[in-house]
């Protein structure tokens, strides 16, 4: 069994950046693939970025490539969402979801994958 919890986020201004964190208990963790989404007000929810069990392959979607950087330590069990030039559009709650049946893939999920194991979330605002 493995447990998720987000940190890291808060209040930034536009062109700032954050670090967020996804730490997992479990001694499996190495054995899942991890994606981080994000949920604004009143929209779905949204695929931003995943990566693989051994952090050798990753996967953006296009309104973060080459802002953000999803990495990974299983040592320290733990996924990491470095976010650079934040835009106001960027505000939102972050979750991390992981799961055995994403350890290889490094690219957006299915529709209607489900996930094995879901943080909790952390809010994201970042003002204009």
């Known amino acids: 069994q493995v447990q998720l919890v987000e940190s890291g986020g808060g209040l930034v201004q536009a062109g700032g950046s954050l670090r967020l964190s996804c730490a997992a208990s479990g001694r499996t963790f190495s054995r899942n693939g991890i994606d981080w989404f994000r949920q604004a007000p009143a929209k779905e929810r949204e695929f931003v970025a995943g990566?693989?069990?051994?952090?050798?392959?990753?996967y953006y979607a296009d309104s973060v490539k080459g802002r953000f950087t999803i990495s990974r330590d299983n040592a320290k069990n733990t996924v990491y969402l470095q976010m650079n030039s934040l835009k106001p559009e960027d505000t939102a709650v972050y979750y991390c979801?992981?799961?055995?049946?994403?350890?290889?893939?490094?690219?957006?999920?299915?529709?209607?994958?489900?996930?094995?194991?879901w943080g909790q979330g952390t809010q994201v605002t970042v003002s204009s």
């Open positions: 979801a992981g799961s055995p049946g994403r350890k290889w893939v490094a690219g957006p999920p299915v529709a209607g994958y489900e996930y094995d194991y």
């Open positions: 990566i693989s069990w051994n952090g050798g392959s990753t």
